[in-house]
């Protein structure tokens, strides 16, 4: 069974940081590439940042330079890390696990920038 849980969000005011975490099991970690998306309540999800097994990344124009992607595949969790948030940042942010042929999803969390 595949499992994704994310955490590390909250409540923080423009300009600050936050780390989310997203421990998987039930995959293959090391191969599989993972994602963060983030939705806000009434819109489409949108793709946030990439990260292949190999370590490659790509991420939102809208969080260049904001936001870093990495994974540690000795504790098979995937991390996005958020430098200086904005309040258009806010919004339940999921990670996602592509693995042989499906989409698996965390529950999501919540990140709430005040301005």
Not at 43 to 53: F, N, P, Q, S, Y
Request: hydrophobic residues 35%; aromatic residues 10%.
């Amino acid at each position: 069974q595949v499992q994704l849980v994310e955490s590390g969000g909250g409540l923080v005011q423009s300009g600050g940081s936050l780390r989310l975490s997203c421990a998987a099991s039930g995959i293959i970690f090391r191969i599989s590439p993972l994602a963060w998306y983030r939705q806000v309540s009434g819109k489409a999800r949108e793709l946030v940042a990439t990260i292949t097994g190999g370590g490659s990344t790509n991420y939102a124009d809208s969080v260049k330079g904001r936001f870093t992607i990495s994974r540690d595949n000795a504790k098979n969790t995937v991390y996005l890390q958020m430098k200086n948030l904005k309040p258009e940042d806010t919004a339940v942010y999921y990670c996602n696990a592509k693995y042989r042929g499906f989409d698996y999803w965390g529950q999501g969390t919540q990140v709430t920038v005040s301005s």
